[in-house]
């Protein structure tokens, strides 16, 4: 089955096909208030699963892929990414059904996803010497502490008195986004662009990436709010300065560029809002969607995109209908964090229309996307 040659294609399928679901159960849950039978409380299903689920199964994807061509070894293929899938979908199935399956079994299945990835890709990473990408070992081995602090909490054993899983696992995916940022978005605009003038500063990059580190051992220690308020605006001054330096003016001509330029702005935009929020400018979850709506949102679906394009042996070229979808996730982005500051009083309106839009644009992905998922390379090659 082509759907199983290689990671990016169930993972971008399923994530896809999450980022509607659970979006639609979301709306659900909170326009007629009744909480759907689950493991989680409604408020906290939501957010493990955009993180612990659709999120992840966007990683998962794109490191199985990726791996392979870091360490010139095969990932995993057939049944044995079958079985990976597999995994994944227990822990998104299973906390449905808390009458049938024992709290601890719904812990461990979705608790396990992320330590087998690790190992899945970590063997042939440190085998090869891969120094390199160790960084992602070492956020995926914190991710699988983070949930499993969700789950001990759940199941009555909290380690801490402050329930702190969710957001580290938040502050872990934005530390992905800005490792693979720094990659991945002046290296596709320099490719895309012949004579690009991207510019890369190492102090720049270093203290960015150094300050997003620094923020997440804060939220650990507990530091007061106005030193991670300080560093959270640094952060965004030196996250500012370095998509600076990526860009180009013809980026806007490129869907495929212009999608993860925009979403590495609204990480800009999520480290200047927490600045606001740590000195009690405005509500902290202005400052979380943009990170999550906003970077998470349109840097994944930029990057499904693109991916899945390459690893299919198609030309860059998103389908019309993906170009929509981009700007409509910038849409939703901005009324979920915007309208509710300006329009307060209308805040249950706003999450709905934000949920429909974000609904629509993940719906058009599937739609293009599905049938290039599912088919074989063009090119015969493997993967």
Not at 121 to 130: E, L, M, T
Not at 148 to 154: G, K, P
Request: proline share 6%; net charge positive; with cysteine.
């Amino acid at each position: 089955m082509a759907v199983l040659g290689l990671g990016f294609r169930p993972f971008f399928l399923l994530a896809g096909l999450s980022a509607v679901l659970m979006m639609l159960l979301r709306i659900i849950s909170y326009s007629w208030g009744a909480a759907l039978p689950n493991y989680y409380d409604p408020t906290s299903w939501h957010s493990h699963e955009m993180l612990f689920g659709y999120a992840t199964a966007v990683i998962a994807g794109f490191l199985l892929t990726a791996v392979r061509n870091w360490v010139n070894q095969p990932m995993p293929s057939g049944k044995p990414l079958a079985a990976l899938v597999l995994l994944w979908l227990c822990g998104r199935i299973f906390p449905f059904f808390p009458q049938l399956f024992p709290d601890w079994l719904i812990a461990v299945t979705d608790w396990a996803f992320l330590p087998v990835v690790l190992t899945v890709i970590g063997i042939p990473i440190i085998r090869s010497k891969n120094v390199r990408n160790y960084g992602f070992l070492v956020v995926l081995g914190v991710m699988s502490l983070a949930n499993a602090e969700v789950h001990l909490r759940q199941l009555g054993y909290a380690v801490s008195e402050t329930a702190f899983g969710t957001t580290m696992m938040l502050n872990l995916i934005i530390l992905i986004i800005v490792l693979m940022g720094g990659r991945v978005i002046p290296f596709f605009t320099q490719s895309a662009l012949p004579e690009a003038t991207t510019k890369i500063w190492k102090p720049v990059e270093w203290g960015a990436v150094g300050l997003s580190i620094l923020l997440i051992a804060g939220e650990i220690l507990s530091l007061s709010p106005g030193i991670l308020g300080f560093m959270a605006g640094l952060a965004a001054l030196l996250h500012a300065v370095r998509l600076f330096g990526w860009h180009d003016v013809r980026v806007w001509k490129s869907p495929l560029l212009w999608i993860l330029h925009l979403g590495y702005a609204w990480i800009v935009v999520g480290y200047g809002l927490t600045t606001l929020s740590k000195f009690g400018g405005i509500l902290s979850f202005l400052a979380t969607h943009a990170f999550t709506a906003g970077g998470i949102g349109m840097v994944t679906l930029g990057m499904m995109a693109r991916v899945s394009l390459g690893h299919a042996g198609r030309p860059l070229d998103p389908p019309r209908l993906t170009i929509t979808a981009f700007a409509l996730l910038f849409v939703s982005a901005l009324i979920r964090v915007a309208a509710p500051g300006i329009f307060p009083i209308n805040y249950g309106t706003w999450i709905l229309l934000s949920g429909i839009i974000w609904m629509l644009a993940f719906s058009f992905f599937l739609w293009n996307y599905f049938p290039i998922l599912t088919a074989p390379r063009i090119d015969g090659r493997p993967g």
